[in-house]
């Protein structure tokens, strides 16, 4: 009995140290996994901030609701632009100045939430606009760079953009009486990289450790960490900014904090992911493997980029130059989509009809990261694995979700807070596009080509970055539609969601194409 219990003893000592080895296996392997973490985290908690900024400093700055009925009555009666914070932060409200000095005004519209929200769009659009030349002339010199210089500097240097760009929506703050056009110095992060030179060299650093094999999963994660932690991070933006204390709205003055404490926290963030690549990530492109020195002429070499787009573009024997050429335009077109609708402020734009606060709507954003993760965690893979679809047959999947999400979201009636989390589940099936543009590449290439055409994915991003522009531009139009110039708020439903269903065109182009493409696989049996 005693050895028997001896033996058992062991056996559960013995799984022990496998657990504990496997752990320190997996804690081995872990590189630049943490620095994704919080450089995502940072930025989405910052990005999150200034969609809420934008229309905020330009109502109190450039308008006056003394100037406005009802509120033109008040003029004379104690009542003064200091009053204009409460205005300003619930443009979206049904009563304005319903607690201000027993007011007894009340409107079903504010009247500022046209004119304000046509200026923020436009000053956003212009700021969107002014980051495609400088995140262009970057990523080709920082990607060319970075056979030369290392992965490790290239990681570093777009944070330092990331200061300036917290820096310069606190100072916006501070000093109110700045025109809100200086919101479009934002732009200026851009030159020292940002979030398109950042991805590339998360990419080649993770291809740099890596295996074929092993390489996919790998890559997979960081874009996991991607999802869980942007949406993580607009969840906190909207703790910071609508919380009743130091960090937010002390309720003394109509003092507010709230941009400062997103600002400074997301700085914060970033400088521990500065030193955690200086100190804990190793550099792969060591002495050996740099082959030539980094000078001004190969610095701004356009080789890389025309040997990509030649070998996407060159007419091939096989007949696969077309659905190479639609699944790389499909990628480009997903991410156009995902930055018009999701990462400009369009769509804090357009709780002017869901009547959201501000922390409901960063909820909102929160959770639907979440469960796009879930779903391609749980969904997807049950999809691959169990029921063997094909990746082409996915990306439709995944695009119909897209457009029945979206389509939830223009149909719920004016000021319903619960019909748009019922989208929810569409999301789930969401998550997998990106992916399998790059799967199918991988399957119709071959492998000598494929790192040509895959490095393409890298330098279209900054093309990408007309999304947020566009759709603001968009929204910003269906204000002035002459059809709703003269209607109630949530009668102009219609209009002010022109910029989704544009998203909804961009979709069911993408549609197309994967069905185009499932019917080519299916063709060539591949």
């Not at 650093?205 to 999963?217: A, F, L, Q």
């Not at 942007?230 to 709205?249: H, P, Q």
């Not at 507010?256 to 690549?277: D, P």
């Not at 024997?317 to 989509?337: F, H, M, S």
């Amino acid at each position: 009995t005693k050895l028997i219990l001896l033996d058992s003893l062991l056996q559960e000592i013995q799984r022990s140290m496998n657990v504990i080895g496997n752990l320190l296996s997996a804690w081995r392997s872990v590189t630049v996994e943490p620095f994704a973490i919080l450089y995502y985290f940072s930025i989405n908690l910052g990005t999150t901030a200034t969609g809420i900024l934008y229309p905020t400093k330009v109502c109190l700055h450039d308008f006056n609701y003394l100037e406005y009925e009802p509120y033109t009555a008040l003029a004379g009666e104690g009542y003064n632009k200091s009053h204009q914070m409460e205005i300003c932060f619930n443009l979206e409200e049904n009563q304005i100045l319903r607690d201000l000095q027993n007011c007894n005004i009340s409107t079903e519209v504010n009247p500022l939430i046209d004119e304000v929200q046509a200026r923020a769009s436009l000053i956003s659009s212009i700021a969107l606009i002014a980051q495609i030349l400088p995140a262009t002339l970057a990523t080709v010199i920082l990607v060319n760079a970075s056979d030369k210089v290392g992965r490790k500097p290239l990681l570093i240097l777009p944070i330092f953009g990331y200061f300036v760009y917290n820096l310069s929506f606190m100072l916006n703050w501070y000093l109110d009486s700045v025109s809100s056009w200086w919101l479009v110095a934002e732009f200026v992060h851009e030159f020292l990289g940002g979030r398109h030179v950042i991805t590339i060299i998360l990419i080649l650093y993770i291809s740099d450790i890596t295996d074929p094999e092993n390489r996919t999963v790998r890559l997979n994660f960081i874009g996991l960490i991607e999802l869980t932690a942007s949406a993580a991070g607009a969840g906190l933006a909207g703790v910071i900014l609508t919380s009743e204390n130091i960090l937010g709205n002390p309720g003394r003055d109509y003092i507010y904090n709230g941009f400062y404490s997103a600002y400074g926290i997301a700085t914060c963030l970033q400088i521990l992911s500065v030193l955690y690549v200086i100190f804990f990530v190793k550099e792969t492109m060591t002495a050996d493997r740099i082959k030539e020195q980094l000078t001004l002429r190969n610095t701004f070499s356009m080789t890389k980029i025309t040997g990509s787009i030649s070998a996407v573009l060159r007419k091939r024997e096989d007949g696969t130059r077309l659905p190479i050429i639609a699944a790389v335009v499909t990628y480009i077109l997903v991410a156009i989509n995902y930055g018009g609708v999701y990462l400009s402020g369009s769509l804090y734009l357009y709780l002017q009809k869901l009547g959201w606060e501000i922390d409901e709507y960063t909820t909102y954003l929160s959770v639907t990261g979440m469960v796009i993760m879930i779903g391609c965690l749980t969904v997807v893979i049950f999809m691959i694995s169990c029921l063997k679809l094909h990746d082409m047959t996915l990306g439709v999947i995944g695009e119909l979700s897209a457009i029945f999400s979206t389509l939830v979201l223009i149909l719920t009636p004016f000021g319903n807070k619960i019909v748009p989390w019922l989208g929810m589940l569409f999301n789930l099936f969401t998550g997998v596009v990106g992916t399998v543009c790059k799967s199918t590449l991988s399957k119709i290439l071959p492998a000598s080509e494929l790192p040509s055409v895959m490095s393409i994915y890298g330098m279209v991003l900054p093309i990408t970055a007309i999304g947020p522009p566009v759709y603001n531009l968009v929204y910003k139009a269906s204000l002035d539609f002459p059809a709703c110039s003269h209607v109630k708020k949530g009668e102009k439903d219609w209009c002010t969601t022109s910029f989704l269903w544009l998203g909804i065109g961009i979709l069911a182009i993408n549609t197309v194409s994967f069905t185009y493409l499932r019917w080519f696989c299916k063709k060539r049996n591949i």
